[in-house]
């Protein structure tokens, strides 16, 4: 009997040590969660394409201003950037408005387009030219198709745009701000400078002379400048805005 209690001690003694072996000792830690990092350059990829239309006043080769309907599509693809040409006049005068438009929106936003594929289309019923006027509007656009925004229907906008972001002088805004008006835009947005402008107006005085024993009326003409507020002639809402910063707070709600 002392041999079988003695043995049994023993197998215990031994399970504990083996055991103490065998299974070691498991320490749980919380782990800290790591503070959220703002990145500064962002990819964006689109299962649905990203569709922008936008309203963009123009001139046409007989110096009326009309209204062309600007598409801008952002899509999942390699960073191409393609360019219907029906409108060939048109795009050949806005291709260099079109790259520093892209440059500007991914500096704005942060987003890196090289996974997506920006396509630009133009709609009219006329020949248009001057390209270059629609940079401003063409760079919100494509702003709005990367960040899949919606923009207002009722604003229209001309001006040229530059690398920095800024909105430059265009010619011709009478013109489109009629245009404009005409597409039922409430606002109409203009480069610093541009909401009025200035015309020579014709001055003309008559005077009576006696000469002889007849009078005669002899009249003199001489012109002045008048400075002509576009709102005001149009019938619409006219803003100058110096930059995309501060245009794009007008098409986004």
């Not at 019923?125 to 760079?139: D, K, L, M, P, R």
Request: proline content about 3%.
């Amino acid at each position: 009997m002392k041999i079988f209690v003695l043995i049994v001690l023993i197998s215990l003694a031994l399970g504990v040590i083996l055991g103490n072996l065998i299974v070691p000792k498991v320490e749980v830690r919380k782990i800290e969660t790591l503070p959220s990092i703002s990145p500064v350059n962002v990819t964006l990829t689109y299962e649905v394409p990203s569709l922008i239309t936008l309203k963009v006043p123009a001139i046409d080769n007989q110096g009326k201003g009309v209204m062309t309907t600007l598409k801008v599509q952002a899509r999942p693809g390699e960073g191409s950037v393609l360019v219907d040409i029906r409108q060939l006049l048109f795009w050949v005068d806005t291709q260099h408005s079109i790259r520093i438009a892209k440059g500007v929106a991914e500096a704005f936003t942060g987003i890196n387009t090289s996974s997506l594929d920006l396509i630009y289309s133009i709609e009219t019923n006329a020949s248009i030219i001057g390209g270059e006027s629609a940079g401003a509007a063409i760079t919100i656009a494509t702003i709005a198709a990367i960040q899949n925004k919606t923009l207002r229907e009722d604003v229209t906008i001309t001006g040229t745009v530059q690398e920095d972001g800024s909105i430059g002088a265009v010619g011709a805004v009478l013109e489109k701000g009629k245009a404009s008006k005409e597409a039922k835009a409430k606002l109409f947005l203009v480069p610093v400078g541009q909401g009025k402008y200035k015309e020579y107006q014709p001055v003309i005085e008559c005077k009576e002379y006696r000469i002889g024993g007849f009078y005669q009326k002899i009249c003199t003409s001489e012109y002045k400048v008048v400075e002509v507020d576009i709102g005001k002639n149009v019938g619409i809402e006219v803003k100058e805005v110096k930059n995309i910063e501060e245009a794009l707070k007008y098409f986004i709600d």
